[in-house]
């Protein structure tokens, strides 16, 4: 019963928003939970807010999938606020070159309190897009190809795969243990091994979808800062997807920014209502 239930939350995701044109993500400090938080590199513990995003234009490409398109024009507007906030050219590229997708507005962001630019780029797998799909499990899982330039020219640029999910994720341990080495086998307060449970539903009992992804990684080796060392990221996020009610994975009472060391997870069911608009005002 329990997984007809969470299987049915796929049909639900595309049923609800399959007639909608564009869509928006919201992760920033006035959303649900505000954005979030990060956790690391390695044992770091300070208590790191995560920088704001907002994703416009998500589009369903199929019932389960969904895709935010590349989008770039050099220094025209629009750009992204870290962008035209952190030092050199507004451009569109990162220190590298790398081109920036435009629709993913990234806010300004710190690592270990070090100012960086982090964008969505083109240039790896996914050729500068955002992609999405619902799983038979009824889980969102998101990619990308997410690189943070510490502004240090070319060199200061890194590449970092983005594998986000409302389901769970493991911290893995440090690039330098997997190697047979020594490293720094943690994120922030997270041990490695330790599992971290995202979730979905209407959280907030305003008709529209919202929730958490997790995410789990570690810098490369060639990285300037914190080579090898693992990270946790804890995106909460709102979106402008009509629901009919019902939650999935893992229910804070009384919400929280933090991911749940649970496993697997939990699934409630509220009574159903029904939301008028797939459109949000006001966002």
């Keep these: 019963m329990k997984r007809q239930l969470v299987a049915g939350a796929a049909l639900l995701l595309a049923g609800t928003a399959g007639s909608a044109g564009?869509?928006?993500?919201?992760?920033?400090?006035?959303?649900?939970?505000?954005?979030?938080?990060?956790?690391?590199?390695?044992?770091?513990?300070?208590?790191?807010?995560?920088?704001?995003?907002?994703?416009?234009?998500?589009?369903?490409?199929?019932?389960?999938?969904?895709?935010?398109?590349?989008?770039?024009?050099?220094?025209?507007?629009?750009?992204?606020?870290?962008?035209?906030?952190?030092?050199?050219?507004?451009?569109?590229?990162?220190?590298?070159?790398?081109?920036?997708?435009?629709?993913?507005?990234?806010?300004?962001?710190?690592?270990?309190?070090?100012?960086?630019?982090?964008?969505?780029?083109?240039?790896?797998?996914h050729f500068g897009e955002q992609l999405s799909v619902v799983n038979e499990d009824g889980e969102v899982v998101m990619t990308m190809d997410l690189a943070i330039d510490f502004g240090i020219g070319p060199k200061g640029v890194v590449h970092v795969p983005f594998y986000g999910t409302t389901g769970t994720v493991v911290v893995p341990p440090s690039l330098q243990s997997l190697s047979g080495g020594k490293g720094v086998d943690q994120a922030g307060p997270f041990p490695s091994g330790t599992t971290l449970t995202g979730r979905i539903g209407d959280f907030n009992h305003d008709g529209y979808i919202d929730g958490t992804l997790v995410s789990v990684g570690s810098l490369p080796l060639d990285s300037p800062f914190f080579p090898g060392q693992p990270y946790v990221i804890a995106r909460n996020f709102e979106t402008d997807i009509a629901i009919d009610g019902a939650l999935f994975g893992v229910v804070h009472p009384h919400g929280g920014a933090d991911p749940v060391t649970a496993a697997p997870p939990s699934v409630q069911k509220q009574q159903p209502r029904k939301v008028s608009s797939n459109s949000r005002p006001g966002k």
Aim: glycine letters at 10%; proline letters at 8%; aromatic letters at 12%.
């Design 22 to 125: 564009a869509l928006t993500l919201f992760s920033t400090p006035n959303s649900y939970m505000k954005s979030g938080k990060f956790y690391g590199p390695g044992a770091i513990e300070t208590d790191q807010d995560l920088f704001p995003v907002v994703i416009r234009n998500m589009i369903f490409v199929t019932e389960r999938d969904f895709v935010t398109p590349f989008f770039n024009n050099g220094g025209a507007a629009p750009n992204i606020l870290a962008e035209q906030k952190f030092r050199g050219p507004v451009d569109g590229r990162l220190a590298d070159g790398s081109l920036i997708n435009e629709n993913v507005d990234i806010w300004p962001a710190k690592i270990a309190g070090v100012d960086v630019l982090i964008a969505v780029v083109y240039g790896g797998p």
